[in-house]
């Protein structure tokens, strides 16, 4: 048995995953956490790392019709109507990248003297230079560059601030 990459309507890939591991001998839907901003805050979500997609391995002689025509399901990905292999490796690639199904992708570092720019808060729109993360790297120092003063160092949390190109 291959593994074929099925097709799912939107917001059904968990449903769909649950339904065919019932019927089928693997599933594999691939997860991302990514920090995302919800209600002004950057929040830890997970979500689907190919959003409507989902991989399955499956005999497509027995188990087409069985797939395709489950709800949730939009068809298997193919060229006209048959559907294409996915090859292990990629399986085994995406896997390797992530833990239990979840692969992670943490926030671009700051490193001293970056430029950065201030997104919320009282500082919102400066430009100022990073000095260092307190407290792990919830919180960070900054040299804030005003017209009254050059280098006042401010404390703001890191969601607050952005690399600056």
């Known amino acids: 048995m291959d ?5 799912t309507k939107s917001n059904k890939e968990r449903w769909v995953r649950d339904q065919l591991a019932a019927t089928l001998p693997e599933v594999f839907l691939p997860l991302l956490e990514s920090r995302e901003r919800r209600w ?14 989902l991989f399955a391995r499956l ?3 027995r188990d087409y019709f069985d797939v395709r025509y489950l709800p949730g399901v939009q ?10 292999a996915v090859p292990q490796g990629v399986i085994e690639e995406i896997r390797r990248r992530g833990v239990n199904g979840v692969v992670k992708i943490e926030d671009r570092a700051l490193g001293g003297g970056d430029r950065v720019r201030v997104i919320e808060g009282p500082f919102r729109g ?7 993360y307190l407290s792990g ?7 804030l560059n005003t017209i009254e003063a050059t280098g ?3 404390v703001l949390p890191a969601s607050a601030v952005t690399k600056f190109s």
């Open 137 to 143: 790297a919830e919180r960070v120092t900054i040299l």
């Open 3 to 7: 593994w074929y990459l099925v097709r």
């Open 59 to 61: 005999n497509p002689r």
């Open 126 to 132: 400066f430009e100022a230079i990073f000095d260092r």
């Open 152 to 154: 006042v160092r401010v």
């Open 75 to 84: 068809g298997l990905v193919g060229a006209g109507a048959e559907p294409l």
């Open 40 to 53: 002004g805050k950057l929040a830890w979500t997970i979500t689907p790392l190919f959003p409507c997609y």
